[in-house]
């Protein structure tokens, strides 16, 4: 299953001065896009970060998609992990590094260097690392070079200063040798690495991170340097997930992916009308906001069965509800959504989605789209995720799983709880990413609490204007029709203007099926918005 | 008590005296610390292991298979193979003290050194 997103292939071109600096692609999710084409060909590149950031990680991930995706044979120099265990962490998520060695594209040279076995008595260099790393290169004729991590070489070798003079000398080398390098090292207090090495890497340093907060660990990138390129100067979040490594790029979003001029029906009648007539634009991403017992998750609940009638998949997240809770809830609605999930069409997933970090969620979330390849999805509702982690990289990871549903022209709904008011700025950013906002509230008049809907915001259709009421009934969600008076009338206030237009004296007809006639332009929008 | 605790340290200075030292030294070419290396290895071995030696000498640029094969990273290195644990040392061997105590040598010189 092609899960490479198709807008990383589509970068824009570089301004003339900086296309002379010649680039290798990394082929890692997101990063050749932060990068504006890659890591600088031929030369070294540190990558820092604390223990446990994904540093080996990427580094592998480099070599293994220079040979699949590039033609670009690798040499991996291992300070710290076993050549068994680099091959065993990396299994589980595609990586056959144990096949690449055999095929002859992939090197691996572990050398265990126990600090006290080393003995320093006189005047050395590092001329056996050259040779070692230079049969390794030549060996399988390598284009890519990782050496993780050089720290390791600190704790052995008690001579600072020669080592430090050789490092020099290594990175030199790797320049002469026109390989394109990545050397690994570890976060130091107050500098960048412990000892220093970001002073002898001139071209590339990048930057990771593993913070903890709000107890969501998320892992960041940030490209700190890179001479002569450009390259985009925020902390990325990134995801380490069964594909692999996905650096999430807000910045790039890709607005470059196909788009879709079906329409698909929100399995609501009246509901279609409100969009245009139609229903919504196939691929495009749907947000229901609105306060508690609104009628988000039955509207999240109707978009599902309304696809499975046309045969489609649907995969319904949900964070609050067991599947058994909504299928029941739903059932005394008039929806049957059990027959879908025998039938294979509906699949859910329920979590909390404070048991696992963010990342995990997204990740894991990611990989079932791929497997299950629904044509509708639910997250009911996104206003969990967001608690699960600070807004501002919920908003980034929401943006990628927007984007990533988008991409692959998966129609999506989101439910939102409106009511979290510190919720209110990441939702604005999610808002943008959104083509149809649905805002469902509740109004109170009359000594009665009625349901009405309203259209926000929908992107590249004719939509209406009007609050309308709308109903569980037990046949599903109805609108009701439209009787205007001062405001739009909900609940008792309707039902007598419905029986008083059946005795032949009410106001303007009810709106009939049809193109939805904007009866309602001048009604004022304080009656909805609670 | 003491005599038996100094019969047993004295039966293990003999072992070890008789003990057999199995050493590779990775030099790189004609440089000079490899030079100076060579020289003190040789050394060493003729002046403290009597012949109880084998010493092998490696140049990686004549043969980078060996050193792949090794976890050895800086030239010029010492490899003490046998007898176990395993000891690297690093460096043209100029220090003698410290190198004779990375070949746990020096135990077995001192008695016999009081001794006559």
Not at chain 1, 20 to 32: E, F, H, V
Not at chain 1, 437 to 456: C, D, H, I
Not at chain 2, 3 to 19: G, I, P
Request: net charge negative.
């Amino acid at each position: 299953m092609n899960t490479e997103a198709p807008h990383s292939e589509k970068r824009p071109a570089l301004p003339a001065e900086f296309g002379s600096l010649p680039k290798a692609p990394t082929g890692i999710d997101g990063l050749d896009e932060v990068t504006e084409g890659g890591l600088p060909r031929g030369r070294p590149t540190l990558i820092c970060g604390p223990a446990g950031c994904g540093k080996t990680l990427l580094g592998l991930e480099f070599l293994v998609r220079g040979i699949t995706e590039h033609g670009e044979n690798g040499v991996f120099v291992a300070f710290e992990e076993t050549r068994e265990d680099l091959i065993a962490n990396v299994e589980s998520l595609g990586f056959d590094l144990a096949q690449l060695e055999a095929d002859g594209q992939l090197a691996i040279d572990h050398v265990s260097i126990e600090p006290t076995e080393i003995e320093q008595s006189g005047e050395w260099d590092l001329e056996g690392l050259f040779i070692r790393l230079g049969a390794s290169i030549d060996a399988v004729g390598a284009d890519r070079v990782v050496i993780d991590t050089i720290e390791n070489l600190f704790g052995a070798f008690p001579d600072k200063a020669t080592l430090r003079a050789e490092l020099r000398r290594l990175f030199r080398w790797l320049k002469d040798r026109g390989v394109t390098a990545i050397i690994t090292g570890e976060r130091g207090d107050g500098s960048l690495t412990r000892h220093g090495i970001e002073e002898y890497v001139s071209d590339c340093v990048i930057v990771l991170d593993h913070r903890v907060s709000e107890e969501t660990s998320t892992r960041r990138l940030r490209i700190l340097k890179y001479r002569g390129s450009l390259h985009g100067t925020n902390e990325y979040p990134f995801l380490i997930h069964r594909g692999g490594i996905t650096v999430v790029p807000i910045t790039s979003l890709g607005i470059e992916h196909d788009v879709s001029g079906e329409r698909l029906s929100m399995g609501v009648a009246r509901l279609d009308e409100m969009l245009g007539g139609r229903g919504v634009l196939r691929g495009s991403s749907i947000l229901v906001s609105g306060t508690a017992g609104t009628g988000k998750s039955t509207i999240a609940a109707q978009f599902c069965d309304a696809a499975c009638r046309r045969g489609e998949r649907a995969l319904y997240f949900a964070f609050e509800e067991s599947e058994a809770q909504i299928v029941r809830n739903m059932a005394s609605v008039g929806m049957d959504l059990g027959q879908w999930v025998e039938q294979g069409l509906l699949k859910f997933t329920c979590v909390r989605p404070s048991l696992a970090g963010l990342e995990a969620h997204l990740s894991s979330m990611q990989a079932l789209v791929a497997e299950f390849n629904p044509s509708v999805v639910v997250i009911d509702p996104i206003s969990d995720l967001l608690t699960a982690g600070a807004s501002r990289d919920v908003s980034a990871m929401l943006t990628r799983q927007v984007d990533f549903l988008k991409v692959r022209g998966v129609t999506a709904l989101f439910t939102s709880l409106d009511q979290h008011l510190q919720l209110e700025e990441a939702n604005h950013q999610i808002a943008a990413l959104i083509d149809v906002w649905l805002l469902v509230a509740t109004q109170k008049a009359n000594g009665e609490r009625n349901r009405s809907l309203s259209v926000l915001k929908a992107r590249g259709m004719a939509h209406s204007n009007q609050i309308r009421e709308f109903l569980l009934t037990e046949r599903g969600i109805e609108i009701a029709g439209i009787h205007r008076f001062e405001e739009v009338l909900t609940g008792s206030a309707r039902i007598a203007q419905e029986e008083a237009h059946r005795r032949g004296n009410g106001g303007p007809a009810e709106a009939s099926p049809g193109p939805a006639p904007e009866l309602v332009a001048g009604v004022p929008r304080a009656g909805g918005a609670q | 008590m003491v005599d038996t605790a100094l019969e047993r340290l004295e039966a293990a200075l003999a072992k070890l005296e008789s003990e057999r030292y199995e050493l590779t030294l990775f030099v790189s070419g004609a440089s000079a610390s490899s030079e100076r290396a060579i020289r003190n290895a040789k050394a060493v071995c003729d002046l403290h292991l009597g012949g109880r030696h084998d010493l092998r000498i490696v140049d990686v640029n004549q043969e980078p298979d060996l050193i792949r094969g090794s976890r050895v990273l800086a030239t010029p290195t010492l490899v003490k193979e046998i007898p176990a644990p395993e000891r690297m040392l690093v460096g043209d061997l100029s220090d003698r003290e410290r190198v004779l105590l990375a070949l746990d040598v020096r135990v077995v010189e001192k008695p016999s050194a009081e001794a006559a």
